[in-house]
């Protein structure tokens, strides 16, 4: 599977790193995992610098719409994109739907920067549990 994935529940972070291609079902297999663990609330750091999605727009969007139904549950915790600029765009349309009042959403181009940035004080604190 190219879709890894490490859920740290006493940093309260969990980091996804895409290596090769991706396919809806890794990406509903990582869904799964995140709900499972109660990970939603925590900082999460997704490095698809090295991935690359197999799959259409539509199937995009509905990873998305279920990203927003995992959402509903609790308070979604900050999210940091690591991805070449020109992947941005593509995915810009589904953080939009995951977009909600003062959640924390970054793209960087690199993991170093985009995890220093989810230990950023006010990223921590953002992230725990009221």
Known sequence: MPLYWIIDSRERLMTAVAEGGVTK????????????????????????????PLMDDHDIMGLAVRMRGLQQVGQPGPLAVVMPRDKHERFARMLGVLAVPDRPIRFFSDAAAARAWLDEPRIREWSKPS
């Open 25 to 52: 079902e890794e990406a509903n297999a990582y869904l799964d995992a995140m709900s499972g663990a109660g990970a939603g609330g925590y900082r999460r750091l997704f490095d698809g610098s090295e991935g690359e």
